[in-house]
């Protein structure tokens, strides 16, 4: 009996303060998150979006031929 009574004592506890550390079962999303600008990244000059990632500039470079950049 005084086991039992023991082990119900131990089990109250641990669920109390579970409860009060605020363990919770759910995910809760952050209220703010920073956005920092990625300026490692090489851009254009002109463009207005910012830097191109290094994916994008492999696209540009191999879509654009190079007759469309030609002067003459």
Do not use: H, W
């Amino acid at each position: 009996m005084r086991k039992l009574c023991a082990i119900t004592t131990a089990g109250i506890f641990l669920l109390l303060s579970a409860g009060l550390t605020g363990c919770t079962a759910e995910y809760k999303a952050p209220e703010a998150v920073e956005i920092r600008p990625m300026t490692q990244l090489n851009s254009r000059p002109d463009s207005m979006y910012g830097p191109v990632s290094p994916v994008m500039q492999d696209v540009y470079d191999r879509s654009i031929s190079a007759e469309v950049y030609s002067t003459e």
